[in-house]
């Protein structure tokens, strides 16, 4: 019904569920301009090689959530923790970034010769990210994309 595995499937459930209960996430920050100068400070940080200056802007128990898609089809890759993640970010060589509102939240859609390549939405709170949820399948990427990037 939702288009994948049943183990994404229940990894979504889980996760919405977690949300209903308010597990443990922190508010987003209701300032969604000082949202957008952290996730511009991540992608800084990231473009220069800069590992302290992405440990500064990520919360210590940060989540990237990354739906690969395509050949990975409902595979979730999921990492924890600022050093993991931090190691994680890395610019894409002649990627270009159009920042975007993703489910009200800042992000940005990463285009790579013109042609979107990755979705990445962001929750600030308290000044850090403390979620990344990062979409690759390429015909989501394309789909979504579109909106917001002319072809």
């Known amino acids: 019904m939702v288009g994948r595995t049943p183990e994404a499937a229940r ?3 889980s996760r919405g569920r977690r949300r209903v209960k308010g597990a443990s996430l922190p508010p987003p920050d209701p300032d ?3 949202q957008r100068e952290v996730v511009d ?3 800084a940080a990231s473009r220069a090689a800069d590992f302290h200056g992405l440990v500064a802007v990520l919360h210590r128990d940060v989540v990237l959530r990354a739906d690969l898609g395509g050949e990975h089809r409902g595979a979730l890759r999921v990492i924890h923790g600022v050093a993991a993640v931090a190691q994680q970010a890395r610019a894409v060589p002649g990627s270009v970034l159009h920042p975007v509102l993703v489910n009200g939240a800042p992000g940005v859609v990463v285009t790579v010769r013109g042609r979107p390549f990755v979705i990445m939405g962001f929750t600030v709170s308290g000044g850090r990210i403390v979620e990344i949820d990062v979409i690759g399948d390429p015909e989501r990427v394309r789909r979504v994309a579109s909106a917001f990037v002319p072809p």
């Open 32 to 34: 969604l301009a000082r």
């Open 41 to 43: 400070a991540f992608f």
């Open 11 to 13: 990894q979504l459930a």
